[in-house]
């Protein structure tokens, strides 16, 4: 299958992430994707085709027109504001206080767009954030042209990002979009979530939905980020009942629990009427991961790949997270080539 990739994802490069109390190299770095450009090359899987400029309109389909002219000059604020680093929002819209009022200084504005503050934006975040878009718009046109399956190799990811706020390393939630612009086609569609985190992006874009499907394996929210989202009992609302589907997995959690998990979820799928999968593809469920408490092995991809083409759908493959560095080419080529048999 067709690689569609941006160079520009350079272009997000924070120096800076929170963790335990202090600033650290992000584990959301741009050599990740180097690992996988590389073990899609040494295994001949395909081209690598570069996406064209985003498209706007797929985009704002999904995002509120605020928070994308927010995330567009939100660097440029804070420097004028006269802020010496990058923008980390202290300040994230808290319980009992007015949200009813977008808040005019950058420091309380990023805390409105902001759900988690592990995530820096850079000068060049925006930029960033739409050449990843633009891959999956790429992968999903070729898709809809008749390509069995296509692979977007975005970073930054998606899956975290909402209709109107950023956090666990997302900025625009290029699976939603897609799957969008497959349900704007007319298509039922499924988004397939695999990264160790839950999607709660994507759970809440399609939440009241009934023609968008949204399954998610990911750790027990009760110990896991995003920990706001991700129970089993979130199954939809309105029209959308049913149409949610959360596997939390607790600590230690391998492929014998993850795999029936996977095919529970496979079983949803197909009983959704799915015309078109999106995967959300991280592979941060990886034993190594080192922000991550899954156990699944480097085979144990390759095996999820093999029951994701079981489906014969349409698919369009999103990468997400994984940051087992060295490990991550390997991991996800597996899904991809366990999917091409
Ligand atoms: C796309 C994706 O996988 N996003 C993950 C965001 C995770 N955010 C929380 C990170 C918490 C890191 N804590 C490090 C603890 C190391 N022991
Ligand atoms: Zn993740």
């Known amino acids: 299958m067709k690689t569609f990739f941006s160079e520009d994802h350079r272009k997000h490069f924070p120096q800076a992430e929170l963790s335990g109390g202090q600033f650290v190299t992000p584990f959301e770095r741009p050599s990740r994707v180097e690992y996988v450009l590389a073990e899609l090359k040494a295994r001949g899987m395909g081209d690598i085709v570069a996406p064209g400029a985003a498209d706007m309109a797929p985009i704002e389909a999904i995002c509120d027109a605020g928070y994308l002219a927010f995330l567009q000059s939100a660097f440029a604020e804070w420097k004028a504001d006269g802020n010496a ?104 569609t499924t988004v397939l979530d695999i990264d160790f985190h839950h999607g709660n992006g994507t759970q809440n874009i399609f939440y009241d939905r009934e023609d968008v499907l949204f399954a998610s394996l990911h750790g027990d929210p009760a110990d896991a980020y995003p920990y706001f989202l991700g129970h089993a009992d979130e199954r939809g609302t309105g029209a959308g009942e049913g149409a949610n589907a959360n596997y939390p997995m607790k600590s230690g959690t391998a492929w014998d629990e993850w795999g029936a998990a996977l095919d529970d979820a496979i079983g949803k799928i197909r009983a959704h009427g799915t015309e ?6 991280g592979v941060d469920a990886y034993k190594d991961d080192p922000i991550s408490f899954f156990r699944l092995v480097s085979d144990d991809f390759t095996r999820a790949g093999e029951k994701i083409a079981a489906l014969g759908l349409p698919t369009l493959f ?14 996800t080529v597996n899904v991809l080539a366990g999917f091409e048999g």
């Open 85 to 188: 680093g990058e923008l980390i929002a202290g300040c994230i819209t808290p319980r009992g206080m007015r949200t009813d009022r977008i808040p005019t200084n950058i420091d309380g504005k990023a805390g409105y767009y902001c759900h988690a503050a592990e995530t820096a934006i850079t000068a060049g975040t925006w930029e960033a954030a739409l050449s990843s878009a633009a891959s999956a718009q790429a992968a999903q046109a070729e898709v809809t042209a008749g390509a069995r399956a296509a692979f977007a190799l975005c970073r930054p990811p998606g899956h975290h990002a909402t209709a109107d706020q950023y956090g666990g390393y997302c900025f625009i939630n290029n699976a939603a979009m897609a799957a969008q612009m497959f349900a704007a086609a007319g298509q039922r």
């Open 318 to 331: 999103v990468m997400e997270g994984g940051y087992a560095i060295e490990a991550v080419g390997i991991n």
């Open 276 to 281: 078109a999968l999106v995967v959300s593809l």
